[in-house]
């Protein structure tokens, strides 16, 4: 479940207490994540071992509540969750009927994206919700028209705050519309320049990503760092985020390429840019020493181990780095680590990290990457929540719709919070309550939203090894 980052129960979000007040427990989600400890394994993208809904997926949503009742009160998660009591302090009061609309491409090309958020929604809903606390779904149809009219239609309705839209492009096409409404706008995009005024993104922004996993690098005693990037604004923003947080840690970049995407054929410009001609023309001289110290020795020891050792690379040297960061994702971060494997620079010899573009169910298939490491939201609580998802659902969730399942549950809590606190302000979901400094706990982990309406995350520090994800550092449980 959602949970204040702070607070005495199981639904308060601490918003009486400053930031520099740590919180020092949580709730129910903090109790699970405390148990995640360095060496944890998982298998993101394998099937659990689950008795699959009968039917279609239509039926199977039919037949959620029942499903779902089974299961309430043993989920991972959830089993530890307290019943709600309304302190003695505040007085029994008629709760509002608070409107939350859920802006989603449910029709058009993308409607399967839309389908499977709809859902993780309602799931937070049958954890978290009250009779007082309305769901509306609205269909963008994936456009910018649509989610304008979608936005009206919901803002027209009474919506007290929006969810969603998912694209760049229909968050950016809703932003003066709430903004009129003074009704905020929660959504699930990752473009951060969409972000400002009433407008959150929620989506997993590359800024944390960059900060922990270079940060930790450095705590492992890494000095020399480099960058290969995108010529692109994704490429250019991890580019400033690294520079920054080295620059905080005392260190700086050593090496670095921004390449050109549309270009064909990086092989040569990874050549030189690994410094591959210097250290095989070493290799090839020291070879030429250890061979001919055997044909006069053929039984020294050292020379036949070293020969040995040569013959499993093909370069020799010290590396223009030990720590290279590489924010590409898909087939063109398959076709660059593999490039680079084969000029001699591997998780062997210079580590390589990521962004969570590399949590990808391909990335982690491909023996290239074991040994790379990247930083995302912790797997523990998400896999609770997948697991769950897919007993209603009988299918596994996408990765995104945790994002849904989150903001929902986010709402719901704010909206009880302002039913115990008496309704004292006169929005439900004020500033106050959406940019608590102490955050919030969810499936994807700790998160709070700054004044700029980007969110931060804690992250994990996951290894990609044969097929899974090992953690090496947990993510925090408090924003202190």
């Known amino acids: 479940m959602i949970a204040g980052c702070a607070g005495t129960g199981p639904w308060s979000s601490g918003y009486d207490k400053p930031a520099k007040r740590a919180p020092s427990v949580l709730t129910e989600t ?18 659990y071992d689950v008795t699959p809904v009968d039917g279609s997926l239509e039926e199977g949503e039919q037949r959620q509540a029942e499903i779902y009742a089974d299961t309430m009160g043993q989920h991972p998660v959830y089993e530890q969750q307290a019943v709600i009591e309304t302190p003695e302090t505040v007085p029994a009061l008629p709760q509002k009927q608070v409107k939350v609309a859920i802006l989603l491409p449910l029709s058009g090309t993308n409607k399967a994206i839309g389908k499977e958020m709809l859902n993780a929604a309602q799931l937070a ?13 609205k269909d963008t149809k994936g456009t910018k028209e649509g989610a304008v009219n979608a936005a009206t239609q919901a803002l027209q309705s009474g919506a007290d705050i929006i969810l969603g839209p998912v694209f760049s492009d229909n968050v950016k096409a809703i932003r003066p519309l709430v903004q009129s409404y003074g009704v905020h706008n929660i959504a699930f995009s990752t473009d951060w320049t969409a972000a400002g005024g009433n407008t959150l993104i929620m989506g997993i922004l590359p800024f944390s990503q960059v900060e922990r996993i270079t ?40 090496s670095e390429l921004m390449f050109n995407p549309l270009e064909s054929d990086l092989s040569l410009t990874l050549r030189e840019f690994t410094n591959y001609d210097a250290r095989n023309a070493a290799y090839e001289e020291e070879m030429e020493q250890v061979e001919t110290i055997l044909e006069q020795q053929p039984y020294n020891r050292e020379a036949k181990q070293r020969y040995n050792e040569l013959k499993l690379v093909n370069t020799v040297g010290d590396l223009p780095f030990e720590t290279l960061m590489i924010p590409v994702g898909g087939k063109d971060a398959s076709t660059i ?16 990290i990521g962004t969570g573009l590399w949590d990808d169910p391909g990335i982690l298939s491909e023996e290239a990457f074991d040994g790379a490491l990247f930083a995302s939201p912790s797997p523990l609580a998400r896999s609770a929540f997948e697991k769950n998802y897919e007993r209603v ?62 969110v931060e995350r804690g992250l994990a520090v996951l290894e990609i090894q044969n097929g899974t994800l090992v953690v090496q550092d947990p993510a925090p449980v408090t924003f202190q």
């Open 30 to 47: 903090q109790l699970r994540t405390d148990l995640e400890v360095a060496g944890t394994t998982y298998d993101p993208y394998g099937y």
């Open 125 to 137: 809903l049958f954890d978290i919700g009250n009779k007082s606390f309305e769901l509306l779904p």
């Open 215 to 254: 940060n930790y690098m450095v705590s492992q005693g890494h000095d020399n760092f480099a960058l290969l990037a995108e010529q692109s604004e994704y490429g250019e923003i991890v580019r400033a985020s690294y520079n920054k947080a080295l620059r905080r840690n005392g260190k700086r970049l050593v």
């Open 393 to 454: 659902y009988g299918k596994r969730p996408i990765r995104i719709s945790s994002l849904a399942y989150d903001a929902t549950a986010l709402t719901a809590v704010l909206a009880h919070q302002a039913y115990l606190n008496g309704y004292v302000e006169p929005q439900v979901f004020s500033r106050s309550a959406l940019f608590n400094p102490n955050g919030f706990a969810g499936v994807d982990g700790i998160f709070r939203f700054h004044s700029n309406g980007l």
């Open 337 to 352: 680590v593999n490039l680079l494997r084969y000029y001699d620079i591997d998780n062997a010899n210079s580590r390589l």
